[in-house]
Structure formats: structure tokens, C-alpha cells
């Protein structure tokens, strides 16, 4: 019985240090879910549901949109338009600059509309930046940070993706790939 009760106290032992000890790790796991849970909340209240944010884009010198230098999104109704917040100096814009500029080139004529919003940038940097890209599509400061705020933005590179009837119809966090660009304007053309 000595023998016995000498295990069960050492199993016993073992497992309430074992518990204890692993507190804080526990509390420290349930922290860092409440804080991502709490920042994901956040960030899908902050984004627009139904009508997207209208907004006026003054472009950079050299860039036009219908021979405007000037694009209001409420215009563009009927349109599906593809909004992507970027930076001169985000490395994954720059790793999406090519696949953005390919696919507005090929869908520029089948009623889809690209509208690059440069986000806390330094304008001469910018402009080297659409140049080094060789981007075409309409591009504009977000003057004052007013669009971004609208959007809700958390951060660059952020895709937008508005429907013919100027709804809102989902997001990309980060890089956009050519396959997750093309497959979402295809099915925003199928629809009425």
C-alpha cells in the first residue's frame, strides 16, 4: 500500500504541476484569439456592405479616364469595377502590379473598370512606380486618406470589387493572384 500511495501521489503531483504550469500558456492562447477574433470583428464592421462608398479620384498628371482626369465611381454604374489600394512602397503591390495591369488590359473592353487608389505615398515615387509597372488603368492619390477611411482599409495591397449595380461584393486582404482576379470578374459578368 506504501508503494502505492507513493505512485499516486507522484502521477498526482505530476498532473497538478502540469496543470498549473500550463496556465499561463492557456491564458496566454486565449488572449491572442480574443485580441485576432477582436481585430477580425473589427475589421469586417469597418467595410462597406451594400452601396460601395462613393468617391471622386483625382488622377496623377498623364492618366485619364475617358478623357477626364477625373473618375467619380457612382459614374461607372453598369460597370463592374475593381478598386486596389496600393503604395510605392509595398513589396506585395509590387508583387501584384503585373497581374493587375495583364487582366485590365484584357477585360478593359468587356464592360470592367480599374481604378488604382495610391495610398500614404509620396507622389514622385508613385509616379515611378506606375511607370516601372507600365500601369495604364486610372490611378489617383487618396488625397487626405478619405477613400481609404471609407473602405475601411487596414493596410495595402487591398482589392475591392464593386458590381453593375454599385454594390459592394466582396474584398482581398493582400496580394491578389491572376487566378482569384479573373474567376471573380468572370462571375461578376455572368450576373445581370
Known amino acids: 500500500m506504501g508503494i502505492e500511495n507513493e505512485g499516486q501521489k507522484a502521477v498526482t503531483g505530476g498532473t ?3 496543470r498549473w504550469g500550463n496556465l499561463p ?4 492562447v486565449v488572449l491572442l484569439l480574443a ?6 470583428i473589427r475589421q469586417a464592421a469597418g467595410r462597406p456592405a451594400g452601396s460601395a462608398p ?6 496623377f498628371e498623364g492618366y485619364e479616364y ?7 465611381l457612382s459614374d461607372l454604374k453598369g460597370q463592374v469595377v475593381v478598386i486596389n489600394f496600393w503604395a ?7 508583387r501584384e502590379a503585373d497581374i493587375l495591369e495583364a487582366t485590365w488590359r484584357a477585360y478593359q473592353d468587356r464592360g470592367v473598370v480599374f481604378l488604382g487608389v495610391d495610398w500614404v505615398d509620396v ?3 508613385a509616379r515611378k512606380y506606375l511607370v516601372r509597372y507600365d500601369i495604364t488603368y486610372p490611378n489617383g492619390p487618396d488625397l487626405g486618406g478619405r477613400i481609404g477611411n471609407d473602405y475601411g482599409l487596414t493596410g495595402v495591397p487591398e482589392t475591392f470589387f464593386v458590381d453593375r449595380s454599385g454594390k459592394v461584393d466582396s474584398f482581398k ?10 474567376s471573380k470578374l468572370d462571375d461578376l459578368l455572368t450576373r445581370p
Open 173 to 182: 486582404l493582400g496580394p491578389i493572384s491572376e487566378s482569384e482576379l479573373t
Open 35 to 40: 485580441i485576432l477574433g477582436w481585430g477580425l
Open 16 to 18: 497538478s504541476r502540469l
Open 88 to 94: 510605392e512602397w509595398c513589396i506585395e503591390c509590387k
Open 66 to 72: 475617358l478623357g477626364r482626369d477625373q473618375v467619380t
Open 25 to 28: 500558456l492557456l491564458g496566454g
Open 54 to 59: 462613393d468617391f471622386t479620384l483625382h488622377m
Open 123 to 125: 507622389e514622385p515615387e
